[in-house]
């Protein structure tokens, strides 16, 4: 079974730009998480879709953040435009909705300069 | 609101040996998941070991089990025989379920050691 995959690994970026991530989750998992890991803390919950609808994006900076779902399958995230403060690793995570075990992706390092 | 705690940042254990990492956290919810993640060097997180909070038995996987007491609202993880692989960032996570599915939180992660 393939698992979740992301891209790119890595990006570096100058603040005010703009820059997208890319998830595809495993086949088959209703529900995709977005969460934002800075350096030396635990993963932060940005937003979760249940197929191709938003079921909670309380913790998203709307102001420069947003993030779809097309199809309920794949996802991106986008950040425009970038601060400093965005430097982190974004995870993906998808999971059965009736189980709750979420499986992560390698994640994708943002460094903001 | 739900917290997660991890009271030790850094741990250290001798290869073969057991350890223990704790995690407490505070909720109003009766029904929800509890979960421990490992993070190893190369940051993709792995399901280590899941409870559900209905069941009174602890769960357990090979060396890994957890010591999970509701009333006192700790989750602790014991690792046996510990490896120099067990190396890694380990999370603990509370999951509930509220409107439109699960909301999981994460603690702030234990970081261990294994020295050979």
């Known amino acids: 079974e393939a698992g979740v995959a992301q891209s790119p690994r890595y990006k570096i970026i100058e603040k005010r730009q703009s820059v997208a991530f890319w998830c595809n989750p495993i086949?088959?998992?209703?529900?995709l998480y977005w969460y934002q890991q800075i350096l030396g803390q635990g993963p932060k919950l940005l937003i979760q879709?249940?197929?191709?609808?938003?079921?909670?994006d309380s913790q998203l900076p709307k102001d420069r953040f947003s993030a779809e779902r097309l199809k309920g399958v794949d996802s991106t995230l986008k950040i425009q435009p970038a601060k400093l403060e965005d430097s982190a690793v974004y995870l993906c995570a998808s999971s059965l909705e009736s189980t709750g075990t979420q499986y992560f992706g390698p994640g994708t390092r943002l460094l903001v300069l | 609101a739900q917290t997660v705690t991890q009271s030790q940042p850094e741990m250290s254990v001798q290869e073969a040996e057991t350890v223990t990492l704790s995690c407490t956290y505070d909720t109003s919810e009766n029904n929800y998941y509890l979960f421990w993640y490992k993070q190893p060097p190369s940051r993709q997180m792995i399901l280590v070991i899941r409870?559900?909070?209905?069941?009174?038995q602890n769960a357990t996987e090979n060396r890994f089990s957890v010591n999970f007491q509701k009333a006192a609202k700790s989750f602790s993880l014991k690792i046996s025989d510990s490896q120099l692989g067990d190396t890694a960032m380990y999370f603990c996570a509370f999951m509930k379920h509220g409107t439109g599915g699960f909301k999981t939180i994460f603690g702030a992660g234990t970081r261990l050691f294994v020295k050979a």
């Open positions: 086949s088959g998992h209703a529900t």
């Open positions: 879709f249940q197929n191709n609808g938003v079921v909670d």
């Open positions: 409870q559900e909070a209905y069941k009174q």
